[in-house]
């Protein structure tokens, strides 16, 4: 199989920046589309099947017939994706809205957020060992969990009459979940798929106690507790917007791809991404759902209603100071205007 892109296999050790996007041809001014190559940086998971649209497109090489030089950096964490965001390392990311939400809170204007293109309800799940019977059994243990799969567990724990402090928390890495609980460190992680499914591979005589879709933010919004969003730096939509629409352009007909041809996508990136069988990442991403130009405008404003209630949430857990107005974070104009040219 050709390749297109360059796939950097490891945690965060970024090499890109929004300088060269200025000078990629050389010269001050922004670069256009149409002289050499322009070079974007990813920022993306390789143990998340919501990343699948953006793989397809380097695999296929959609971004590099939108004249773009595509790099898929893999940095493993929302919060760490967010970071070399900020630091100008990666051009775009698709990430946990909760860290978005923190940074807005904490004043960063670094990122626009314009789409969602993944979402999983009743891929994230509440999972026990062995003599843990419900939700109610957890009072006085240790359970870990992480950035979304916080908001569902601490969800559910409302759902049900009880709050964090019943418990033992721990933020732990999703990475280490699976050996912690085998260990008996915890008993009982939040997590989403596929290191649920590892997880409870890993300790085979525990308990599924709930999934997000038992919650009640699935009941309000029907969504996962805390869907991806995309965001991109603002630099590329306000001073260069071709690039902008071109990285659009590149992931949505990855959304298409996903959608129309699942058993390819699967041969496409399981031993390149996911050093999986093919069988096994098609199974994994089955109950993923992928949005792309089609009814766009709705699907996206509401989702900036389900962030600005979650941000209401977050505030009232304490986990920000301050509940940030998500709408100052959403630009998807240049979107909109990619979708008309298309059709004209």
């Known amino acids: 199989m050709m390749k297109h892109l360059r796939v950097r296999l490891r945690v965060w050790g970024v090499v890109g920046s929004l300088a060269l996007l200025v000078a990629a041809c050389g010269g001050d001014d922004p670069v256009a589309l149409g002289d050499d190559p322009v070079p974007v940086v990813f920022g993306g998971s390789v143990t998340w099947y919501g990343h ?19 790099t898929y950096e893999t940095i493993l964490t929302s919060a760490d ?14 990430l946990g809205r909760t860290s978005l939400i923190s940074a807005m809170a904490e004043g960063n204007e670094s990122f626009y957020f314009f789409a969602n293109i993944d979402d999983s309800p009743g891929e994230d799940g509440l999972y026990a060992r062995a003599g843990i019977e419900s939700i ?25 009459g009880m709050s964090v402090d019943d418990v033992d928390y721990v933020n732990l890495s999703p990475s280490d979940m699976c050996l912690a609980l085998e260990n008996g460190d915890v008993d009982a992680i939040d997590v989403w798929q596929p290191i649920l499914d590892d997880c409870m591979e890993a300790v085979p005589d525990g308990k599924l106690l709930l999934l997000d879709t038992d919650s009640s933010i699935y009941e309000q919004f029907g969504t996962a507790a805390a869907p991806d969003i995309v965001i991109i730096q603002r ?9 902008a629409k071109a990285i659009t352009e590149a992931m949505f007909r990855g959304v298409d791809f996903v959608n129309e041809s699942p058993d390819e996508t699967a041969e496409l990136v399981a031993e390149e991404y996911f ?15 992928f949005f792309g130009a089609e009814n766009f405008e709705e699907h996206i404003t509401a989702h900036t209603e389900q962030m600005q209630w979650l941000a209401q949430w977050l505030y ?17 104009d240049f979107v909109l205007e990619m979708l008309e040219e298309n059709e004209s």
């Open 235 to 243: 630099e590329i939509v306000d001073e260069t917007p071709d690039v």
């Open 136 to 160: 109610e059994d957890l009072a006085g243990k240790t359970v870990a969990a992480n950035t979304s799969a916080e908001v569902a567990f601490f969800t559910h724990l409302e759902d049900h």
């Open 81 to 94: 994706r967010l970071t070399a965001l900020t630091a100008g390392d990666v051009h775009f990311s698709n």
């Open 316 to 332: 009232d857990q304490g986990q920000i100071s301050s509940v940030p107005e998500v709408s100052e974070w959403v630009e998807y």
């Open 52 to 70: 699948l649209p953006i793989m397809v497109a380097a695999e296929n090489g959609y971004f590099e017939e939108e004249g773009l030089d595509f």
């Open 275 to 289: 050093r999986q069988p093919a069988d096994e990442v098609l199974e994994g991403f089955s109950g993923f759902q």
